[in-house]
Nanobody, 126 residues
């Protein structure tokens, strides 16, 4: 059974950068589509970014709110997916989760993901 561990969160000033990492264990990472989601206090979990398997072309998708500022990537040799976050804004403050999708379907929908990490807190000060 696959397990996910996120890291890299923290407190950063507006305009700054952070890189989140998510390491997978217990499964075949290269066969998983991966996604990043976030959840702010009092709000629903929302899609941030996704990346397909290399076999599917390593295609990436982004929420409009982060397009041009965030970059998702993966390193199959390290069983790791990354989220590079630049030009951070206070509204990016949230707990960030990575997740595994094995079944396919829309990678923009949280319900399509089977396994989730515990989350990492990102706080952006103004």
């Amino acid at each position: 059974q696959v397990q996910l561990v996120e890291s890299g969160g923290g407190l950063v000033q507006g305009g700054g950068s952070l890189r989140l990492s998510c390491v997978a264990s217990g499964g075949t990472f290269s066969s998983y589509h991966m996604g990043w989601f976030r959840q702010a206090p009092g709000k629903e979990r929302e899609f941030v970014a996704s990346i397909t398997t290399r076999l599917a072309g390593s295609r990436t998708s982004y929420a409009d709110s982060v397009k041009g500022r965030f970059t998702i990537s993966r390193d199959n040799a390290k069983n790791t997916v990354y989220l590079q976050m630049n030009s951070l804004k206070p509204e990016d403050t949230a707990v960030y989760y990575c997740a595994v999708n094995q079944r396919g379907g829309s990678l923009l929908i949280a319900a399509q993901y089977e396994t989730w990490g515990q989350g990492t807190q990102v706080t952006v000060s103004s």
